[in-house]
């Protein structure tokens, strides 16, 4: 049997819904994880933090950003901090965060960046 490769997520998002129209359409065999419906454990945003840095996975461009409070958004100055808002507001994580079947990650989508990341982890 073939690596799984993960995408996680959430599944009314946009941009979700076209990465993974692209994984299928390129027959990629991968499990999705809803992290409304499927819950973000500690240890799981632990992993993506470590290897990819909570400024790469916070997004302070979406509406959960824009609907936290000045004090909420100033609060966070570090990965811990980073952290507890993340897993208290799992939609604030960019979207998709991809896992190869090496354990490697990738956050965002586009064809081209899937394309590479797909071609040098198979």
Same mark, same amino acid.
């Given at each position: 049997?073939?690596?799984?490769?993960?995408?996680?997520?959430?599944?009314?998002?946009?941009?979700?819904?076209?990465?993974?129209?692209?994984?299928?359409?390129?027959?990629?065999?991968?499990?999705?994880?809803?992290?409304?419906?499927?819950? /973000? =454990?500690? #240890?799981?945003?632990?992993?993506?933090? !470590?290897?990819? $840095?909570?400024?790469? %996975?916070?997004? +302070?461009?979406?509406?959960?950003?824009?609907? /936290? =409070?000045? #004090?909420?958004?100033?609060?966070?100055? !570090?990965?811990? $901090?980073?952290?507890? %808002?993340?897993? +208290?507001?799992?939609?604030?994580?960019?979207?998709?965060?991809?896992?190869?079947?090496?354990?490697?990650?990738?956050?965002?989508?586009?064809?081209?960046?899937?394309?590479?990341?797909?071609?040098?982890?198979?």
């Amino acid at each position: 049997m073939t690596a799984l490769w993960v995408m996680y997520g959430i599944k009314n998002c946009d941009t979700i819904k076209k990465a993974r129209r692209y994984l299928e359409a390129a027959d990629i065999n991968y499990e999705f994880h809803d992290y409304r419906a499927s819950g /973000l =454990s500690d #240890a799981l945003l632990t992993q993506f933090i !470590d290897q990819l $840095s909570y400024p790469t %996975l916070l997004n +302070t461009r979406g509406t959960t950003w824009r609907k /936290l =409070s000045e #004090a909420e958004r100033e609060a966070v100055t !570090d990965s811990e $901090s980073a952290k507890a %808002l993340m897993l +208290t507001h799992p939609a604030i994580i960019k979207r998709p965060v991809l896992r190869a079947p090496d354990g490697t990650l990738l956050v965002g989508f586009t064809e081209a960046t899937y394309q590479a990341f797909i071609q040098e982890k198979s």
